[in-house]
Nanobody, 119 residues
């Protein structure tokens, strides 16, 4: 079992920055791909970024060049640095831990942290 707890959300003006953290416990995240997702009311959960266990990172086109995912395996944590925030980035952001090769299966999810970007 992996427990995930997000933090760092809040309210920021458009153009500002936030850094989200996801602290894991139970198992080491070095064995897992770690992803960030976001969701707004009435919409499906949207992929934001992934840090694969081997070190590769991928981003949704909507955040590429503005967001950076990183992990610190020693601290068992993953981060999402969000710069140049836009109102459309407002959402509940959740981290997830998963495994898989051709397709990642996320087995563990955090509760999420709210991000609101004001215009």
């Amino acid at each position: 079992q992996v427990q995930l707890v997000e933090s760092g959300g809040g309210v920021v003006q458009a153009g500002g920055s936030l850094r989200l953290s996801c602290a894991a416990s139970g198992r080491t995240i070095s064995d897992y791909h770690m992803g960030w997702f976001r969701q707004t009311p009435g919409k499906e959960r949207e992929f934001v970024a992934i840090s694969k266990s081997g070190g590769t990172t991928y981003y949704a086109d909507s955040v590429k060049g503005r967001f950076t995912i990183s992990r610190d395996n020693a601290k068992n944590s993953v981060y999402l640095q969000m710069n140049s925030l836009k109102p459309e980035d407002s959402a509940v952001y959740s981290c997830a831990a998963g495994r898989g090769t051709t397709r990642v299966q996320y087995d563990y999810w955090g509760q999420g942290t709210q991000v609101r970007v004001s215009s």
